[in-house]
């Protein structure tokens, strides 16, 4: 199975800083990865798909690069309400998914 | 709106089983494929099964195969979640999504919470 390594798991940062998350496959999955956001309490909700993709609706703030083994979600500008979890996702056509084990973002 | 809505979950022993309900309104149910992800206390997200548009076709995580099934009734437009065999493990919070390609999780309910326990 191709395993899915997000980090780091919790960062620190401030309104208006630039924030990376990565996430490493076990295996060459080119783009097949998507990010999402999640708040406490809250469903997730699709950020990013395909790798680079932003979702309609999505500030252009959010972006996502990669393809691979290796990928990364990106943050500028840090707004007040993107304090939460993100997570990474692969996805194998069947369709089955795979989880990141998520970043927390606090402030 | 677009809008999926959990329902069933509650507290339930191990070794028992209990049914979920995701029931779908404002989009046509019968066109996609449909998922549950769950996420236990403090944890991340964890993909736990996903049924074809039209039913024909279902996969499970390891973690659940062989104890939990899915179905669907598109003339109703709802999903099903059936677990059995429960265990402590599977206390989580069961989200049901919109699948868009294979590949990604559009829309999302709101949850429902499953607690397995003496």
């Known amino acids: 199975d191709i395993q899915m390594t997000q980090s780091p798991s919790s960062l620190s940062a401030s309104v208006g800083d630039r924030v990376a998350i990565t996430c490493q496959a076990s295996q060459d999955i080119r783009d097949q990865l998507n990010w999402y956001q999640q708040k406490p309490g809250k469903a997730p909700k699709l950020l990013i798909y395909?790798?680079?993709n932003l979702e309609t609706g999505v500030p252009s703030r959010f972006s996502g690069s990669g393809s691979g083994r290796d990928f990364t979600f990106t943050i500028n500008s840090l707004q007040p309400e993107d304090f939460a979890s993100y997570y990474c996702?692969?996805?194998?056509?069947?369709?089955?998914?795979?989880f990141g084990g998520g970043t927390r973002v606090d402030i | 709106q677009v809008q999926l809505v959990e329902s069933g979950g509650g507290v339930v022993q191990p070794g028992r089983s209990l049914r979920l309900s995701c029931a779908a309104s404002a989009f046509t149910f019968r066109n996609y494929g449909m998922h549950w992800v769950r996420q236990a206390p403090g944890k991340g997200l964890e993909w736990v099964a996903v049924?074809?548009?039209?039913?024909?076709?279902?996969y499970f995580a390891d973690s659940v195969k062989g104890r939990f099934t899915i179905s669907r009734d598109n003339s109703k437009n709802i999903m099903f979640l059936e677990m059995s065999s429960l265990r402590a493990e599977d206390t989580a919070v069961y989200f049901c999504?919109?699948?868009?390609?294979?590949?990604?999780?559009?829309?999302w309910g709101q949850g429902t919470t499953v607690i397995v326990s003496s």
């Open positions: 999504a919109r699948d868009i390609r294979s590949a990604r999780l559009d829309v």
């Open positions: 395909d790798a680079s």
């Open positions: 049924i074809w548009y039209d039913g024909s076709k279902e």
């Open positions: 996702q692969r996805y194998d056509g069947l369709p089955t998914f795979t």
